[in-house]
């Protein structure tokens, strides 16, 4: 509906959309045109990396967090991570083989993530491109951060044990797919919720550099992630950042006499490196409370 060219189903979207990131900070996706088989092979190859020795797993363990692949054991989570940068350029492990899939995938959720920004840019009443353009999405950061949980049965006999402590991400928005339907958790009102979604749809989370790009009129979700299932969870959060020389600040549409500037100027490489753990998504995004003026 988002981008049918039935003006009032596409007004309603966007409608839609102003109100979930007024209130939630969270929406899902249906009908995005990202075939099932594809996220299931994106999902499949993952799946038999995290698989892998941990001797093979660890050719890419590195203290380096400028490196473009990076793997990370969550410890006492019992989470692991892989964090592969996607765009401008890809980047990925050698092994499993074919793993053009993932690049296929990224490139498909990059789409989205564009058809989605175009339509929060008409939410806030501004010019379809207007994100697009000031965060120069053109030349965008982009990282796919799969997650991999291992089953409460195979670590843990607490039901409430939390495989993702909560955490805000950086970038504009992150885009999940999954291979359950459970485990995410938001914060609303004071109150955490259940964000389930089935697997063939795109879970949707506001990210800092909205807030920021705002002055706070979408705010970035504080969310976590519950391990609720005795199967292993995978998910593929897709982190669509700004280009890395964007000046990222509270636009002027955004601030007025009453609405001063809440967050102070800076790129987004700048807004990176300031993060005490330079590009390790899983890490909670202290940013926001920093640039606090």
Known sequence: MLISNDSLKSSQ???DLNQA???YGFFTVTNHGIPDSLIGSATSWLSRFFHQTDEEKRRYATNDPTDRIRF????ATKRELLHMRTHPTFHCPTKPDDSMVLQEYS?????????LLRGISKSLGLEECYVEKRMKLESGYNILGPNFYQS?????????QIGQFPHRDPGLLVLIAQNVGGGLQI??????????????????LVADNIEILTNGKYKSLLHRVALNTTVERLSLPFFFGPSLDA???????FVDDHNPPSYRQMTYKEYLESNSRYHVIEARSDLINEALL
């Open 107 to 115: 490139e498909r959720m990059r789409e989205m993530g564009i058809q």
């Open 13 to 15: 979207a966007i409608n």
């Open 152 to 160: 409460l049965s195979r670590c843990s006999d607490d039901k409430n």
């Open 21 to 23: 990131c007024l209130n």
């Open 187 to 204: 914060k609303h009102q004071g109150k955490w919720l259940n964000a389930d979604f089935p697997t063939s749809s795109i879970g949707v």
């Open 72 to 75: 990370i054991l969550g410890g």
């Open 247 to 253: 000046t990222v600040k509270p636009e002027p549409e």
